[in-house]
């Protein structure tokens, strides 16, 4: 494993780890209830789409560079239709835990997608040096 992808994925497990820590003690602390079980299915299936699609991403600029932008803006909207669809999921099956979660699931949605181009742009230049 090169040195770029395991940076990613232990900045991916640090972030998963602070969005988690910090909402269990938002729940507790705060807000005086438990995280909701929506937030950890949630939080759990961004973490993997994130890697999937960061995987695949790495893939398409090895093998295609010339499209790599056009692969990286449909991971993108692969990325932000699933969040929408999770949440009117939430909505419809806890509505009880909707804010908790869609708030949750935001920020860390946010600094996912943030890793993830920061990681891709590393990678970008790394590979134009070489060329």
Do not use: C
Request: hydrophobic share 60%; glycine share 6%.
């Amino acid at each position: 494993m090169n040195t770029a992808r395991a940076s990613f994925y232990l900045k991916i497990i640090l972030i998963a780890f602070i969005s988690a820590l910090v909402s269990w003690l938002v729940a507790r602390y705060a807000l005086h209830i438990s995280v909701p079980t929506s937030f950890w299915i949630a939080l759990g299936a961004l973490l993997g789409l994130t890697l999937l699609i960061h995987i695949v991403l790495q893939k398409a600029n090895a093998l295609r560079p010339a499209m790599f932008v056009a692969y990286f803006m449909g991971s993108l909207t692969v990325k932000i239709l699933f969040a929408g669809g999770l949440l009117i999921a939430v909505g419809l099956l806890d509505r009880a835990n909707l804010t908790f979660t869609a708030i949750g699931f935001f920020i860390t949605y946010v600094l996912l997608t943030i890793l993830e181009i920061n990681s891709l742009i590393a990678q970008i230049r790394v590979d134009k040096g070489k060329n």
